[in-house]
C-alpha cells in the first residue's frame, strides 16, 4: 500500500468513525467556527469568512492526515506541541486585534472593521470630546469613511488570517491528538 | 440649505394644490388630473393644461420650497464634479394621497428644477435640451385631459412608463457628458441599511431634512455646501443606524426651525421629533 492510499484510509477511517470520541473533538472544532460567527465573534463578512475558515480546517485535516510521519510518535507530539503553541499565539492576537479594531454598530452585535489609519478631513475635527468612534457612528457605521481604505484593508486581512489560523491550528492540535491515539497504534497493530 | 423654506412655500403648494383638487373636484374642463373624464370645457372646445400654464406656479414653489426646489444639477468646477439628482422627491410633500396625481406634480416640479440648473451650470452646452423637452412633453402628456371613452388615448401606464423612460435618459446623457468631459460624478446619498427605527411626528407631520452627523461636521468645518447631502425624512418606518444631524421646519407658531441630533443605535428606536423640543 502506498503513502498516498494510506494517508486517504487513515481520513476515510476517520469521517467513517465519526461517532467515536475522537471523532467528536474534531467535529466539535469543524462546527466551531459557525458557532463562534452565530455569536457574532467572527469578523466580518461573518459567513463568508466562516465557509472559508471550514474549508482551511477541511484542507488542514486532509493535509495532516496525508503527510503526517505516522511512524515518527515523537516527531509528531512535538508538531502537537508546535500547533498548540500556534494556537495560543494566534488565539490572543486574534482577541487582541478583534478588541482594537472592530466596533460593534449600535447595541447590536455586529461589527465592523476599522481602521489605524483616520482620514485627514476626519483628523481635522476630532478632539478629545469627539472622538474617531464618534465619527463611524456618525457617518452610519461606514469605516472607510473614517478611516483610510488601505488601514482598514490591512487589519481586515490580518484579523481573517488570524482568525483562520486559529482554527487552522487547534484543528490540527486535535488531527495529532487523534493520530496518537487512535491510528498510531492501529498501524502498530497492523505491523505486528 | 440656501433656501430656507418659509410660510410661501407651504402657501404656494397649497394654492398648486387646490388648484389641482378644484379641477378635480368641480370635473371642470381645464384638468391636470389625469383621472380626470370630461375633456370638453362649457363652450365645447377642449381647454388643456400644461407646463406652460402652471410654470409660474412651479417656479414659485420651487423658489421658495427649499426641499423641492433643491439643486440637482450642479456643475462644481473647483471640484471638477457634477451632482446628478434625478430621483424623485417624496410624495408626500407635494400633497396628501387624496391629491390623485401628486406623481405628475413632483415630475413637473422636478423637471422645472432640472432646467433651472441645466441653464445655470450647462448655459453653454445644448445637448440637453432635447432631453430635458421630452421629459416635459411626457410630463404635459400626463397633464392634459384624459378621456377615458377614447380608445386610442395611451394608457396612463404607458405615458408613466414614458415619463420614467425620459427623466432616465436625461440622466444618460448628464452621464455620457460628464464622462466625455473627465467629471467626476456626484450622486446623492441615501442612509444606509440599517436598523429599523419608525420616525413620528408630533402633533402633526412636518418637513426634516437629515444628513449623518459626520458628513455635517466635516461640511460645517471645511465651510463645504451641504445642499446636496441632506436627505428627506417621513413618517413611518425607516433603515438608519449611527447618529443623524436634522432640520425641522415647523411652522414659526411652534417655535419654527429646530436644528438637533438624534441616534439610532437599535432596532425599535423611535424617533418622535416634537415642534421646539427637537426630537
Same mark, same amino acid.
Given at each position: 500500500?502506498?503513502?498516498?492510499?494510506?494517508?486517504?484510509?487513515?481520513?476515510?477511517?476517520?469521517?467513517?468513525?465519526?461517532?467515536?470520541?475522537?471523532?467528536?473533538?474534531?467535529?466539535?472544532?469543524?462546527?466551531?467556527?459557525?458557532?463562534?460567527?452565530?455569536?457574532?465573534?467572527?469578523?466580518?463578512?461573518?459567513?463568508?469568512?466562516?465557509?472559508?475558515?471550514?474549508?482551511?480546517?477541511?484542507?488542514?485535516?486532509?493535509?495532516?492526515?496525508?503527510?503526517?510521519?505516522?511512524?515518527?510518535?515523537?516527531?509528531?507530539?512535538?508538531?502537537?506541541? /508546535?500547533?498548540?503553541?500556534?494556537?495560543?499565539?494566534?488565539?490572543?492576537?486574534?482577541?487582541?486585534?478583534?478588541?482594537?479594531?472592530?466596533?460593534?454598530?449600535?447595541?447590536?452585535?455586529? /461589527?465592523?472593521?476599522?481602521?489605524?489609519?483616520?482620514?485627514?478631513?476626519?483628523?481635522?475635527?476630532?478632539?478629545?470630546?469627539?472622538?474617531?468612534?464618534?465619527?463611524?457612528?456618525?457617518?452610519?457605521?461606514?469605516?472607510?469613511?473614517?478611516?483610510?481604505?488601505?488601514?482598514?484593508?490591512?487589519?481586515?486581512?490580518?484579523?481573517?488570517?488570524?482568525?483562520? *489560523?486559529?482554527?487552522?491550528?487547534?484543528?490540527?492540535?486535535?488531527?495529532?491528538?487523534?493520530?496518537?491515539?487512535?491510528?498510531?497504534?492501529?498501524?502498530?497493530?497492523?505491523?505486528? | 440649505?440656501? +433656501?430656507?423654506?418659509?410660510?410661501?412655500?407651504?402657501?404656494?403648494?397649497?394654492?398648486?394644490?387646490?388648484?389641482?383638487?378644484?379641477?378635480?373636484?368641480?370635473?371642470?374642463?381645464?384638468?391636470?388630473?389625469?383621472?380626470?373624464?370630461?375633456?370638453?370645457?362649457?363652450?365645447? =372646445?377642449?381647454?388643456?393644461?400644461?407646463?406652460?400654464?402652471?410654470?409660474?406656479?412651479?417656479?414659485?414653489?420651487?423658489?421658495?420650497?427649499?426641499?423641492?426646489?433643491?439643486?440637482?444639477?450642479?456643475?462644481?468646477? =473647483?471640484?471638477?464634479?457634477?451632482?446628478?439628482?434625478?430621483?424623485?422627491?417624496? *410624495?408626500?410633500?407635494?400633497?396628501?394621497?387624496?391629491?390623485?396625481?401628486?406623481?405628475?406634480?413632483?415630475?413637473?416640479?422636478?423637471?422645472?428644477?432640472?432646467?433651472?440648473?441645466?441653464?445655470?451650470?450647462?448655459?453653454?452646452?445644448?445637448?440637453?435640451?432635447?432631453?430635458?423637452?421630452?421629459?416635459?412633453? +411626457?410630463?404635459?402628456?400626463?397633464?392634459?385631459?384624459?378621456?377615458?371613452?377614447?380608445?386610442?388615448?395611451?394608457?396612463?401606464?404607458?405615458?408613466?412608463?414614458?415619463?420614467?423612460? +425620459?427623466?432616465?435618459?436625461?440622466?444618460?446623457?448628464?452621464?455620457?457628458?460628464?464622462?466625455?468631459?473627465?467629471?467626476?460624478?456626484?450622486?446623492?446619498?441615501?442612509?444606509?441599511?440599517?436598523?429599523?427605527?419608525?420616525?413620528?411626528?408630533?402633533?402633526?407631520?412636518?418637513?426634516?431634512?437629515?444628513?449623518?452627523? *459626520?458628513?455635517?461636521?466635516?461640511?460645517?468645518?471645511?465651510?463645504?455646501?451641504?445642499?446636496?447631502?441632506?436627505?428627506?425624512?417621513?413618517?413611518?418606518?425607516?433603515?438608519?443606524?449611527?447618529?443623524?444631524?436634522?432640520?425641522?421646519?415647523?411652522?414659526?407658531?411652534?417655535?419654527?426651525?429646530?436644528?438637533?441630533?438624534?441616534?439610532?443605535?437599535?432596532?425599535?428606536?423611535?424617533?418622535?421629533? /416634537?415642534?421646539?423640543?427637537?426630537?
Amino acid at each position: 500500500m502506498t503513502e498516498h492510499s494510506a494517508g486517504l484510509r487513515r481520513f476515510l477511517s476517520l469521517l467513517a468513525d465519526f461517532r467515536q470520541m475522537t471523532s467528536l473533538a474534531l467535529k466539535g472544532v469543524l462546527v466551531g467556527p459557525a458557532i463562534a460567527a452565530m455569536a457574532r465573534l467572527a469578523p466580518p463578512p461573518e459567513y463568508s469568512v466562516t465557509s472559508a475558515t471550514v474549508l482551511v480546517q477541511f484542507a488542514s485535516i486532509i493535509w495532516l492526515f496525508q503527510f503526517s510521519p505516522v511512524n515518527n510518535q515523537s516527531k509528531l507530539q512535538r508538531q502537537m506541541k /508546535r500547533a498548540a503553541v500556534v494556537f495560543v499565539v494566534c488565539a490572543i492576537v486574534c482577541f487582541f486585534l478583534t478588541e482594537q479594531f472592530t466596533v460593534s454598530i449600535g447595541h447590536s452585535r455586529k /461589527r465592523v472593521v476599522i481602521g489605524w489609519k483616520v482620514r485627514p478631513e476626519v483628523q481635522a475635527i476630532t478632539t478629545p470630546a469627539y472622538t474617531a468612534f464618534d465619527a463611524l457612528r456618525g457617518y452610519e457605521y461606514d469605516a472607510d469613511r473614517v478611516w483610510t481604505t488601505g488601514s482598514i484593508m490591512v487589519m481586515w486581512v490580518a484579523l481573517v488570517l488570524t482568525w483562520m *489560523l486559529t482554527f487552522a491550528a487547534l484543528t490540527m492540535y486535535i488531527g495529532y491528538f487523534i493520530l496518537l491515539q487512535s491510528v498510531i497504534p492501529q498501524v502498530n497493530q497492523e505491523k505486528s | 440649505m440656501t +433656501a430656507k423654506p418659509t410660510y410661501y412655500s407651504f402657501l404656494w403648494m397649497a394654492v398648486l394644490v387646490f388648484i389641482v383638487c378644484s379641477y378635480d373636484s368641480a370635473c371642470c374642463a381645464a384638468v391636470i388630473c389625469p383621472q380626470h373624464t370630461s375633456p370638453t370645457s362649457t363652450d365645447g =372646445t377642449q381647454e388643456t393644461k400644461n407646463l406652460q400654464d402652471i410654470g409660474q406656479l412651479l417656479d414659485e414653489v420651487i423658489a421658495s420650497d427649499a426641499l423641492l426646489g433643491r439643486p440637482r444639477v450642479v456643475l462644481d468646477v =473647483t471640484r471638477n464634479s457634477l451632482l446628478i439628482d434625478i430621483k424623485p422627491a417624496p *410624495l408626500e410633500f407635494i400633497g396628501n394621497d387624496k391629491v390623485k396625481n401628486r406623481a405628475t406634480l413632483e415630475a413637473a416640479l422636478r423637471i422645472e428644477v432640472i432646467r433651472r440648473d441645466l441653464r445655470d451650470s450647462l448655459s453653454a452646452e445644448t445637448f440637453w435640451v432635447k432631453p430635458v423637452e421630452d421629459v416635459e412633453a +411626457a410630463v404635459n402628456a400626463l397633464l392634459a385631459p384624459q378621456d377615458v371613452h377614447s380608445i386610442h388615448k395611451p394608457s396612463l401606464d404607458k405615458e408613466n412608463q414614458a415619463l420614467d423612460g +425620459a427623466f432616465e435618459k436625461l440622466q444618460q446623457v448628464l452621464l455620457q457628458y460628464a464622462r466625455e468631459k473627465h467629471i467626476n460624478i456626484d450622486a446623492t446619498r441615501e442612509p444606509a441599511a440599517g436598523f429599523a427605527a419608525t420616525i413620528k411626528f408630533d402633533p402633526y407631520p412636518v418637513r426634516v431634512v437629515v444628513m449623518p452627523m *459626520l458628513a455635517y461636521l466635516v461640511a460645517r468645518k471645511f465651510g463645504t455646501s451641504l445642499e446636496d447631502q441632506w436627505s428627506e425624512l417621513t413618517a413611518g418606518p425607516k433603515k438608519m443606524c449611527g447618529s443623524y444631524h436634522y432640520v425641522a421646519y415647523w411652522p414659526l407658531t411652534l417655535n419654527g426651525r429646530v436644528e438637533s441630533n438624534f441616534d439610532v443605535l437599535e432596532d425599535g428606536d423611535v424617533i418622535l421629533f /416634537r415642534p421646539g423640543v427637537g426630537k
